[in-house]
C-alpha cells in the first residue's frame, strides 16, 4: 500500500473515535509518526476538505469535517477542474481531469502545470491569467486545443479561490465546447454555402408569407428587376406587377394557401425598375415551420425573358418564312423518308399538280408526278445520305416542258435522315435564254478567233481577262495561259511599266480618256519585244463606272 494513502487513512480513523477532537501531538502519539510528518499530512486533508480545524489559543484541533468533501462535488462535474496554490501547484484535480489525461489522482497532485500530464494546457495566456486569479480577477477565455490528430475547444474559468488559512488560490474550470464550437462552424459553413449559392445562382429566391407579402428577396433581384432586396422586402408581387395580371395572380396564390403543394409551376410576368417587362418562370414550394404549421411559400424564379423572345422570334420567322415559301415561284415539297409520303407542298406546287396540299398529303411521289419526275422524287435516298449534299436532275417534259429539280437531304437532331426537300422549276423559257446566250458566246468568240489583231481585256485591277488566240501567238502564250496574271508585270516592259500602269489607273478612276491610237510596245514571254499599235476603249457597268479596258493591237512590223 502506498504510504502516504496509508498514513492519511491511520489519521481519519483516529479523528473517527475522537470525534471532539485531537491536537497535532495527540495525532503523532495515536498513530505513530512524528508530529512534522502528521502536519504535513493534516494540511493535505485541510485542502482536500476531509477535516478541519480550529485554533484555542496557541493549540489546533482537528475534527474530521462535517462538509461534503469539495473533490467529491468537483467529481460530480463533467468539467475539468483543477484547484491550484499560490505557487501554482496542483492541489486538487476532479475525476474528469484524470480521465483527460489518462492518469491516476496521485500522477497529478502537487504538481505544477508545467510539470504534470497537463504540460500541454502550460501556455503563456493560461500563465497570464493564473496570475490575475491570484490576484483577485476572475477571467474567461477560449482555448483551441490540438491534441494528436484531434482539435478541442475550451471556455476556461480562472476563478480567485482561498483557502482555509487565507493563502490564495486559483479554481481552473475547463469546459470542453468542442461539439458546440463544430456544430456553429457547420452552421456558419452551411450559411456560406447557402448564401454563396443564393447569391451566385441565376435563379431568384423569394420567400412570401401567408399575407402574401415578400420575407426573403435574393440579391439576384437587383440584376433581374433592379431593385435591392430590400425595397422589395414587405411588398407583394402584385406590387410589381402590370395591372391586367395582377387578380390572375392573386387568384394562382389563393388556390396555393388553400391547398398547399411542391412543385407548382406557373409563369408571372413582373415589371423591372424602368418599366420593362421580365418574364419569370416560377416555381413553388411550401414551407412549414417547426411544429409542422404552413407559413408560405419558397419560389425559385428564372429569367425566361429573352428565352420567351427568342421563342416569339422563332414562330414569328416561322412564319415569314412558311409565307415566303409557300409564295415563292418555284414548287416546293416536303417527303417523309420513313413512310416515303409528302407532308407539305407550296401553292406553286398545287398549281402545278392541279390539287391542293390536303389532297397531297400522304401520297407517294408515283401518285402525284408525272413520270419523268417522279423517280427522281420518290428514290434515290441511300445516296442522299451518302453523298449528304443537294441532288440535281432536268427532266423533258411530254409536253415540251423542262422542269430543273433538286432533292435536299434534312438530318433530325441525332444525324438521321428525317425528310427529302424537293424543289422543282419550269426553266423552259431560261434554258430557251440560255441557248441563245451560248449561241451568241460563241459567234463572239469565233469573231475574237477569227480576228488578224491581238485583243486583249484588261479588269479595272489590272488583271488580264482574256486575250484572244492572235494575241498568244505574238506574245508566245498557249491560249488561256494569260488569264488571271497581270498585264503590266507580265507583258509591258520594265522601264514603261509604272508610267503606263500610273496611266491605266487614271483611265479606270474616269480622270482621261484612252487616246484613239498609241504605240507601246510588249514583251515576249522568251523577252523579245514587239511594237504594237493600239485601239483603246473603256467598258462601263450600268452606273458608268470602268470595269475594264478592250485593247485591239496590230504588229508594227520593223
Known amino acids: 500500500m502506498d504510504l502516504t494513502t496509508d498514513a492519511l487513512s491511520l489519521l481519519l480513523g483516529a479523528l473517527k473515535e475522537h470525534p471532539r477532537g485531537m491536537s497535532v501531538s495527540d495525532l503523532a502519539a495515536a498513530v505513530g509518526i512524528n508530529r512534522n510528518t502528521v502536519s504535513r499530512y493534516l494540511d493535505v486533508l485541510l485542502v482536500s476538505g476531509q477535516v478541519e480545524m ?3 489559543g496557541k493549540a489546533k484541533v482537528f475534527y474530521l469535517s462535517q462538509r461534503v468533501p469539495i473533490a467529491a462535488m468537483l467529481n460530480f462535474s463533467s ?20 480521465t ?38 476572475e477571467v474567461t477565455e477560449e482555448l483551441r486545443f490540438l491534441r494528436r490528430d484531434e482539435e478541442l475547444f475550451f471556455r476556461i474559468k480562472f476563478l480567485p479561490t482561498v483557502f482555509n488559512d487565507g493563502a490564495p488560490g486559483v479554481t481552473i474550470i475547463l469546459e470542453n465546447i468542442t461539439e458546440e464550437r463544430r456544430a456553429e462552424e457547420a452552421l456558419r459553413e452551411s450559411e456560406l454555402l447557402f448564401r454563396s449559392l443564393v447569391e451566385n445562382i441565376s435563379d431568384l429566391i423569394l420567400n412570401v408569407d401567408e399575407a402574401c407579402t415578400f420575407t426573403y428577396v435574393s440579391p439576384k433581384s437587383q440584376e433581374i428587376f433592379g431593385y435591392t432586396p430590400e425595397e422589395m422586402l414587405q411588398k407583394t408581387p402584385c406590387d410589381f406587377m402590370p395591372p391586367e395580371v395582377q387578380d390572375r395572380v392573386r387568384e394562382q396564390f389563393a388556390g396555393l394557401f388553400a391547398d398547399p403543394r411542391s412543385g407548382v409551376l406557373f409563369e408571372w410576368t413582373m415589371l423591372h425598375r424602368d418599366g420593362s417587362p421580365v418574364i419569370l418562370e416560377v416555381s413553388g414550394t411550401p414551407v412549414y415551420d417547426m411544429i409542422g404549421d404552413f407559413t408560405g411559400y419558397r419560389m425559385v424564379c428564372r429569367d425566361v425573358t429573352e428565352r420567351a423572345r427568342a421563342a416569339k422570334r422563332v414562330t414569328q420567322w416561322k412564319s415569314f418564312l412558311y409565307s415566303v415559301v409557300n ?6 415539297f416536303v417527303r417523309e423518308v420513313e413512310g416515303n409520303t409528302f407532308v407539305f407542298s407550296n401553292k406553286a406546287a398545287e398549281t402545278f399538280l392541279e390539287m391542293t396540299q390536303e389532297e397531297m398529303a400522304g401520297k407517294r411521289a408515283t401518285d402525284l408526278f408525272p ?35 433538286k432533292k435536299i437531304p434534312v438530318f433530325n437532331s441525332r444525324g438521321m435522315l428525317k425528310y427529302m426537300l424537293g424543289i422543282a422549276e419550269d426553266v423552259t423559257d431560261r434554258a430557251a435564254a440560255e441557248d441563245l446566250l ?12 477569227a480576228a488578224g489583231v491581238m485583243i486583249a481585256v484588261i479588269g479595272a485591277d489590272g488583271t488580264i481577262d482574256l486575250v484572244n488566240r492572235k494575241g498568244s501567238e505574238i506574245l508566245g502564250y498557249a491560249e488561256g495561259d494569260l488569264a488571271g496574271k497581270n498585264w503590266f508585270t507580265t507583258v509591258v516592259p520594265e522601264r514603261l511599266r509604272d508610267r503606263l500602269a500610273q496611266n491605266f489607273h487614271r483611265l479606270v478612276a474616269g480622270r482621261i480618256e484612252p487616246p484613239p491610237f498609241e504605240e507601246s510596245p510588249v514583251v515576249t514571254r522568251d523577252g523579245r519585244e514587239r511594237a504594237i499599235l493600239w485601239h483603246n476603249a473603256l467598258l462601263r457597268d450600268a452606273d458608268g463606272n470602268v470595269v475594264a479596258m478592250v485593247s485591239s493591237g496590230e504588229e508594227i512590223e520593223g
Open 371 to 405: 413520270p419523268e419526275m417522279a423517280a427522281f422524287f420518290a428514290d434515290g435516298d441511300r445516296e442522299l445520305l451518302e453523298r449528304t449534299v443537294a441532288l440535281e436532275e432536268k427532266a423533258h417534259l411530254a409536253s415540251g416542258r423542262i422542269i430543273s429539280m
Open 100 to 137: 483527460f489525461s489518462g492518469r491516476e489522482r496521485d500522477d497529478i497532485i502537487g504538481k505544477s502545470i508545467e510539470t504534470s500530464p497537463l504540460a500541454a494546457f502550460d501556455h503563456p495566456l493560461i500563465r497570464g491569467r493564473i496570475n490575475d486569479a491570484l490576484n483577485g480577477r
Open 79 to 98: 468539467d475539468l477542474v483543477l484547484v491550484l496554490d499560490r505557487d501554482r501547484r496542483i492541489v486538487q484535480a476532479n475525476d474528469a481531469v484524470c
Open 327 to 332: 409564295n415563292i415561284p418555284s414548287m416546293v
Open 438 to 449: 451560248i449561241a451568241e458566246r460563241d459567234r463572239v468568240q469565233g469573231y475574237l478567233e
Open 54 to 56: 480550529e485554533t484555542y
